[in-house]
């Protein structure tokens, strides 16, 4: 019978948490590091290119955060995404986030007895997965949950992942000129062309920076660096032309924002 092996990915960038996991990972014969990462926008590159089996993704890291990272993995395809486990430095907010919903973590410095107890958790998840039975419990939901409460806790991401028919792609925060809704999806803007994201507008407009985007209609996001113009309307309304052309019609209740910020 030939023995079960896992393949795994570690994304930290300190050189010194990745060289601990690794030394407690080689007390594990069946699991195999294929892949180190500095940051987290590498981590999603490498774990499409590679799609390891788990990965432990810290949640403080440049580019990407390993909030960011999952949000991304969350998106995928259920079948080929790999178990997550996170690392990260006391927090208490954030060990809070991981204990209400059931989502493993290990703790800066990694102690043995919980790394191994996150690890064969994460075993269990994985065997069930190729098994083709449902785990224990339902980790897409899990995940979700716990990063809707890390989210508002995390700097504002500096890019999006976009995933298109070819694989996974980055978009530039401040690059975005606009955002609109489209159904389950919002469209990201950049020169002209726009960027589908699952996601909906009041989630997006939690990870955009408040001092550079600002809400001007429930289906509307403007980047105030890219607006042109800004004219008065009726009752409390502006219209709004950007950089390009495009002119949006604000409305009443998100009029007060916007002018603080132009002002």
């Known amino acids: 019978m030939t023995a079960t092996t896992y393949s795994v990915l570690l ?10 996991l690794a030394s407690l990972l080689a007390r594990h014969p069946a699991y195999s590091v294929i892949a180190e990462c500095e940051d987290g ?7 499409a290119e590679l799609r390891p089996d788990l990965a432990f993704l810290d949640i403080h890291m440049p ?11 969350a998106e995928g395809d259920p079948a080929t995404a790999p178990a997550v486990i996170f ?4 927090d208490a907010h954030a ?6 919903n059931a989502v493993d973590y290990v703790l800066k410095p990694v102690d043995v007895e919980r790394f191994d107890r996150a690890l064969a958790r994460a075993s269990a998840r994985i065997d069930a997965r190729r098994a083709g039975g449902a785990p224990a419990q ?19 991401p500096s890019r999006f992942v976009v995933r298109d028919a070819k694989g996974l792609y980055f978009v530039k ?8 809704a489209e159904g389950n999806y919002v469209g990201l803007w950049v020169r002209g062309r726009r960027h589908l994201l699952r996601e909906t507008m009041k989630g997006i407009e939690g990870k955009l920076d408040p001092a550079r985007f600002v809400r001007v209609h429930r289906s509307s996001i ?33 009029g007060t924002r916007l002018q603080e910020l132009l002002r």
Request: proline letters at 4%; a negative charge; hydrophobic letters at 45%.
């Open 11 to 20: 994304a930290d960038d300190e050189p010194l948490a990745r060289r601990r």
């Open 41 to 47: 926008a590498e981590a999603v590159e490498r774990i």
């Open 63 to 73: 580019e990407l955060d390993g909030v960011a990272v999952a949000e991304a993995l």
């Open 87 to 90: 690392v990260t430095a006391y």
């Open 95 to 100: 060990v809070r986030a991981f204990d209400l």
């Open 138 to 156: 339902e980790p897409d939901a899990a995940l979700r949950a716990v990063l809707a409460e890390l989210r508002p806790a995390a700097a504002y």
């Open 173 to 180: 925060a401040d690059e975005v000129e606009r955002v609109d």
């Open 222 to 254: 403007v980047n105030v660096d890219r607006v042109r113009r800004l004219e008065p309307w009726a009752h409390g309304e502006y219209v709004i032309t950007m950089e390009d052309g495009t002119k949006i019609t604000s409305s009443r209740t998100h």
